[in-house]
């Protein structure tokens, strides 16, 4: 199994060998003798098939928490970062999902805005993201992407569904 999910592509599509960030558990270890000394290490494992699905379906599904099943679209046309919580969000731009689904390490989230019923029209769309909460500049921003580059007629409608792989089951793919 390889525990690992890629960030960069060459320009046939192919993953760098180095590209890739380790989804992995850590153990750490301390063992108290009776002479007073601690034993230290940590230990690195992979995880599991199942245990990449349930985080996976926890995203989603969380019991405790806030769970990611928003989709908010905005204006910002500049990259996102890691610690970005900007996407430019617009007036009647969040929705719950109308579809939500988890299977083989990922999940993912569908929804559509119509121009006129939305009162989106006319507006510039440059980003989306995945949100913990319904209510405007509430919870945090799980994924954003930039490059929508749309502006909604009155009968328009855009749909955007939004992936995010957390592992692979891919058993003969190596690094």
């Known amino acids: 199994m390889n525990p690992s999910t890629p960030e960069t592509f060459n320009v046939r599509g192919t993953v760098l060998a180095d590209s890739y960030v380790q989804i992995m558990g850590e153990w750490d270890v301390e063992v108290h003798r009776a002479d007073g000394t601690i034993e230290r290490k940590t230990l690195k494992n992979i995880v599991t098939s199942a245990g990449l699905n349930r985080l996976a379906n926890r995203a989603i599904s969380a019991t405790v928490g806030t769970p990611w099943y928003i989709l908010g679209v905005g204006t910002i046309s500049a990259a996102a970062s890691l610690d970005s919580t900007n996407f430019g969000e617009v007036t009647n731009g969040r929705k ?71 592992g692979s089951h891919n058993l003969a793919h190596s690094t």
């Open 96 to 166: 719950a999902a109308a579809t939500v689904v988890q299977s083989s390490e990922w999940f993912a989230l569908t929804m559509t805005w119509a121009g006129n019923t939305d009162a989106l029209t006319g507006i510039v769309l440059e980003s989306a993201a995945i949100l913990c909460h319904a209510n405007s500049g509430i919870g945090a921003v799980c994924n954003i992407v930039n490059g929508l580059a749309t502006t909604l007629a009155a009968s328009d409608f855009l749909n955007l569904t939004a992936r995010v792989r957390v």
